[in-house]
């Protein structure tokens, strides 16, 4: 591919980005996308085959950040400071309100391939942080309690991403009343 080529399709993504959080994807035509990627509009079709295709590809690329920047490669000693510095980063992250975030949920009813794309990310970090869980307790071998403890973790910081005002929960009552019941 072409630096030509590579960067117009970083536009085309960039400009998708903006537009289906702004408008949604139904509301944004390929007119607008080329007008405002700067490009002719028989590009979108050249790298992504169909407007759906654009939507599915912005997805795979743009929709995750990598679990290192979630997860702390090595908890630290305290079980409650891991946890708590746990919850931060994952209220920090789920709880942001970026335009992937936006298409996200408001695109996945009418995609399933996004309903799957979202359910991969969440059991993604799921298996990442039960991992995180049980070596932050001292354990060898995650337990189905740090399953689920991992779940609900990730559960309530995206839920935070869609309550008015994000978070209201401390890392440290978080940490406390995670630790409380993995005891």
Known sequence: MTELASSS???ILAA???????RGYARTSTARLATTAGVPQGL?????????????ALIRERSTRTLAD???????????????????????????????HRIMFRESEHHAELQARAREI???MTDTITFYLARA???????????????????????????????RLTAKAVANLLLDGLD
């Open 9 to 11: 399709r970083d536009r």
């Open 16 to 22: 998708a980005e903006e537009l289906f959080a702004e």
């Open 44 to 56: 979108i079709f050249y790298h992504f085959g169909t407007k759906e295709g654009l939507l599915l």
């Open 70 to 100: 979630l997860v702390p490669e090595h908890p630290p000693a305290d079980p409650r400071a891991a946890v708590a510095e746990l919850w931060t980063r994952l209220a920090h992250h789920l709880g942001e309100q970026t335009p992937m």
């Open 122 to 124: 969440y059991d993604s």
């Open 137 to 167: 307790t001292g354990h060898s071998r995650p337990s189905a309690r740090h399953r689920t403890a991992a779940g609900m973790l990730v559960a309530a910081a995206a839920a935070s991403s869609v309550a008015p005002g994000g978070s």
